[in-house]
């Protein structure tokens, strides 16, 4: 994927729409969200449209005299792309950029430019670049045609400006390929995993800028990049953590979910939130100091039931909370989610709180125990290592004894090859001495 670099913002135009039943204050809050977007994408917001509908216009989404309207200002102040915070149709795109002779785009189009903008490894590319080119293949218009030399910008990063030709036929062998690809990464990804069995499994999930990177960093000095932006860190870091009482486990960042994720994204990156699937703990971070905390709450359990990760054990832990004005709001959230955390990782506030309740579930899921192995028994030394962690090992009375930890769905199978060991290794003794 190749991007352009910006040399100065682009100046766009947001449009929302109010329908019936609708909050009107969550629309004005997600077209502030939609700022955001922008400004991380390197837009510059000029001037914002809102409509009130009963239902939405099948050719533009919003009224023929908004839309005409609208376009009259694109031609006025030179504006280079119109960005909707709700979802177009390909019919709707098509007859948007004829009558404004722009870029239109939906909030899903600036989501994957910011995608594209912070992908770095190979996986985070091919996964954004396939997104891209599932969400675009149908909305392919004569607009569109030669980006390279019509449009830059917002919206046009990967496919657009590496594929100056948009023949459908070459985008959906292009498809194919990234498929592949991602199929390669899968197999890869499955054997990593299979190494890290043993090991208790911790993933930070949570609404973009919640703070996932900077308590990854305060936990394991992983040094990840931490910024005051949307989707700042995009692919997905694992490190080993070690706390002061002995205790290991794995502890992973993912990629902040957001409300209205495109789907095709969500499945492009379906190896990197595997990471989430297969936790044993999944640490939900909420920035405590967002005015709409809630529906980012939501938004995050929905998207993990989505990656059928609903069913894992998670924790709450509220981030930011030195951002908090008014304490009183402390003392609700406490109230409401008495099994939460609250933390501050950018001042290591309560910290030490994660840390024990990590180090507390997973005395649960693990058993402590001890054995001691002749030297005819050699062959026992080798099953513990394969499905434990050997914590101290020293030889007393020509006994080797052994302090392992173990999950306990395989102890079980431990205890069960030990004395398949013990059989075999007396029938042969038997078998020699006949």
């Known amino acids: 994927m190749l991007e352009l670099k910006k040399t ?9 729409v109010i329908f019936p039943k609708q909050n009107k204050r969550l629309v004005f ?28 216009n099948a050719a533009y989404l919003i009224g023929k005299g908004k839309a005409e309207e609208i376009a009259q200002f694109v031609k006025e102040n ?9 979802e177009l149709t390909p019919t709707q795109v098509r007859n948007l950029e004829n009558l404004t002779q722009c870029k239109v785009l939906d909030r899903a189009a600036v989501i994957l430019d910011i995608f594209a903008s912070h992908a770095r490894t190979r996986e985070a590319k091919t996964q954004v670049e396939l997104a891209q080119y599932e969400y675009f293949l149908p909305r392919l218009t004569r607009q569109w045609t030669h980006l390279s030399k019509q449009f830059g910008g917002i919206g046009t ?47 930070l999930a949570g609404y973009t800028n919640a703070g996932k990177s900077t308590l990854l960093n305060l ?8 910024e005051d932006k949307l989707f700042a860190t995009l692919d997905s870091t694992t490190r080993l953590v070690r706390t002061k009482n002995g205790f290991e486990f794995l502890l992973s960042d993912t990629v902040g979910f957001i409300r209205k994720l495109p789907h095709n994204l969500i499945a492009s990156f379906r190896s ?5 699937v297969y936790a044993d703990l999944i640490l939900h971070i909420v920035d405590a100091s967002h005015p709409n905390r809630e529906e980012q709450i939501q938004v995050v359990e929905e998207t993990l039931k989505e990656i059928n990760a609903g069913q894992n054990k998670s924790l709450l832990i509220f981030n930011k909370i030195d951002l908090i004005k008014d304490k009183n709001e402390l003392d609700i959230l406490s109230l409401k989610y008495p099994q939460a955390i609250f933390i501050s990782a950018e001042r290591g506030i309560n910290i030490n709180a994660v840390i024990e309740k990590i180090e507390e579930l997973i005395k649960e899921n693990f058993v402590y ?18 499905l434990s962690d050997s914590m101290e090992s020293k030889i007393e009375d020509d006994l080797l004894k052994i302090k392992f930890r173990i999950r306990k769905d395989d102890y079980e199978k431990l205890i069960k090859l030990l004395e398949n060991e013990r059989e075999k290794r007396d029938y042969q003794w038997e078998a020699n001495h006949i």
Do not use: W, Y
């Open 369 to 386: 125990d001890e054995i001691s192995i002749s030297p005819e028994e050699v062959e026992k030394l080798t099953v513990i290592q394969k």
């Open 29 to 56: 809050d997600h077209l502030e969200e939609l700022k955001l977007l922008c400004m991380t994408a390197g837009g510059e917001v000029v001037k914002v449209f809102i409509q009130d509908l009963k239902q939405p």
């Open 78 to 86: 030179n504006i280079s792309a119109v960005i909707f915070d709700d």
């Open 272 to 276: 990197t939130l595997f990471e989430i």
């Open 219 to 226: 936990l394991t000095n992983a040094n990840v990049l931490v």
């Open 8 to 16: 100065e913002l682009e100046k766009v135009v947001l449009v929302g």
């Open 157 to 203: 990063k990967g496919p657009g400006e590496t594929q100056i030709e948009t023949d459908r036929r070459i985008i959906k062998r292009k498809i194919t390929t990234l498929q592949q690809k991602l199929k390669e990464i899968d197999t890869q990804r499955s054997t990593q995993r299979k190494h890290r069995e043993k090991f208790f499994k911790v993933v």
